[in-house]
């Protein structure tokens, strides 16, 4: 017996987003005619003209349900291969309204900087 998900207006099954700093992440249940399942994931990011105006720059990835288990296996190795080994980094500093960063002058150590 099949159930019948209703549909979104976009024609989603379901869908989250993600949101993560300057980005956003889009994760997306669609199904094709034959009623298959897949997965969509988009990246999207907002970009600044030199007008002043702004755009929003996507990437997609398909995923179909005969990859998930692989795609979630590579993608845990690598997960895990970041996390054991990526050097220590200080987390990146959200922007404000005016797109700059908040910072103070007792974070810049000028000997760091070179000559």
Do not use: C, W
């Not at 702004?54 to 590579?74: A, T």
């Not at 200080?90 to 760091?112: G, L, M």
Request: charged residues 35%; negative net charge.
């Amino acid at each position: 017996m099949s159930e019948e998900l209703e549909k979104n207006e976009s024609g989603d099954l379901f869908s989250k987003s993600v949101r993560a700093g300057k980005r956003t992440y889009f994760f997306d249940v669609k199904s094709t005619r034959g009623n298959d399942y897949y997965l969509t994931i988009t990246e999207s990011k907002k970009r600044f003209g030199t007008d002043g105006k702004f755009s929003y720059e996507k990437h997609k990835i398909f995923l179909y349900k005969e990859d998930f288990e692989k795609f979630v296996e590579g993608l845990n190795e690598a997960v895990a291969h970041i996390k054991e080994n990526a050097p220590e980094i200080e987390p990146r500093k959200e922007y404000s309204e005016n797109n700059t960063t908040e910072s103070s002058s007792s974070e810049v150590n000028f000997e760091d900087l070179g000559k």
